[in-house]
């Protein structure tokens, strides 16, 4: 078992690369699961400030990772091996549980889905599972609380189960899709996270949340109910795409599919009263619950196996094969049919266009993955 000290992450005014080889208290990196090169060849920075290198053509280092889909299966396949009822639409199995109607479904496609979304990001990050400087000994105690919202297959919260095995870590979901089988300090419970939380206050040492688009309606709400029920001195990290796309290097073709696809996403989320661009207001809510030393960094998560770095390229191919293999529809299924009453052939139309220009290697896009955290006082 590695050494825990996954938490630390760029420090104010000081950014600190996702791939730093220097180790500090709290910076020690965890296993993706997922060899991508972190140490062993060319890596850069993917803060919302840089470009991603491009990489060439001529470069015989990079022979292995071509652009044809043939092999997404056999990559699919070991990248799942290193790892790990509802409502029925268009063959897909939704949550059937929940103050609202969740737009991502639950079945086995979307299961795995999640968990190589979980090695992704993990990637994304450096190898950590998150980046707000919390110190180990905060976490490594016996009355040490954490707590997951919309777990998903619980994977980040056993990740976290076995790196702090004094820690109890309790995921909370609307779906009943997490495993049997997990740490003695890892419990799962069925919940609402938009209704009021069950637990006492100043209770938890640490609140996480990722990806919970089209999950929450009322961000200020729950950030608030986080702030009542974390210890003083306790943190709260949320973290998510924005899925609008964009280009360092001007590569989206004209009438672009994915664009097309984007704009009806935000559409559908904004009549749902989810809007996708939330994660731009976390640091100014959690300022007004009461939050201190709040910090919005910003990721660029590559789409396609276009960048020079081998980790971001893996991270390129995660992304690819996500959208390849049923991401779009996962994201847009429901909320096209029943929202904005589209068809759903006309649906997969403009996914097949959008899933079409993600496997050029010449559209060199990326999509931005905020991450913002915040303390309550002591």
């Not at 699961?33 to 015989?60: P, R, T």
């Not at 196996?305 to 991270?315: E, I």
Request: glycine letters at 8%; charged letters at 25%.
């Amino acid at each position: 078992m590695e050494p825990s000290g996954l938490g630390a992450g760029p420090p104010k005014h000081t950014p600190l690369s996702p791939y730093s080889k220097t180790i500090v208290e709290g910076t020690l990196p965890v296993d993706s699961g997922v060899d991508a090169g972190l140490s062993a060849s060319f890596d850069q920075e993917n803060y919302g400030d840089h470009i991603i290198q491009v990489h060439g053509d001529d470069d015989s280092s990079f022979s292995d990772e071509g652009y044809d889909g043939s092999d997404a299966s056999s990559f699919l396949s070991s990248i799942l091996s290193e790892v790990r009822r509802g409502v029925e639409v268009e063959g897909r199995i939704y949550p059937s549980y929940g103050k609202h109607e969740y737009g991502m479904p639950m079945d086995e496609k979307e299961l795995d889905r999640n968990d190589l979304q979980h090695h992704k990001y993990t990637l994304l990050l450096g190898d950590k599972l998150y980046i707000a400087p919390i110190l180990d000994s905060q976490l490594n105690h016996a009355n040490a609380r954490v707590l997951d919202l919309g777990t998903g297959t619980g994977i980040w919260a056993i990740d976290m189960a076995d790196r702090f095995p004094s820690a109890q870590i309790i995921g909370v979901d609307i779906a009943p899709t997490q495993p049997s089988f997990v740490p003695p300090n890892c419990i799962f419970e069925i919940d609402d996270v938009e209704e009021d939380w069950p637990y006492r206050p100043a209770h938890f040492d640490f609140v996480h949340g990722r990806d919970l688009m089209t999950a929450v309606r009322d961000w200020p709400r729950l950030i608030s109910q986080a702030y009542t029920h974390l210890k003083p001195g306790g943190w709260i990290q949320l973290a998510s795409t924005i899925p609008e796309v964009n280009s360092d290097d001007n590569t989206i073709p004209p009438n672009s599919g994915y664009v097309e696809a984007s704009r009806l996403y935000f559409e559908m989320a904004e009549k749902m009263g989810a809007p996708l661009d939330a994660p731009r207001s976390w640091g100014e809510q959690m300022r007004n619950s009461g939050f201190t030393n709040v910090q919005d960094v910003v990721y660029k998560l590559p789409m396609g196996a276009w960048a020079r770095s081998k980790r971001l390229r893996t991270v390129g191919r995660l992304e690819l094969l996500m959208i390849s293999d049923g991401g779009f529809e996962a994201y847009m299924l429901r909320g096209y049919i029943q929202i904005l009453k589209g068809r759903p052939e006309d649906l997969q139309i403009i996914l097949a266009l959008a899933r079409r220009e993600v496997k050029d290697p010449n559209m060199h896009t990326n999509v931005q993955f905020h991450v913002t955290y915040g303390r309550k006082p002591e």
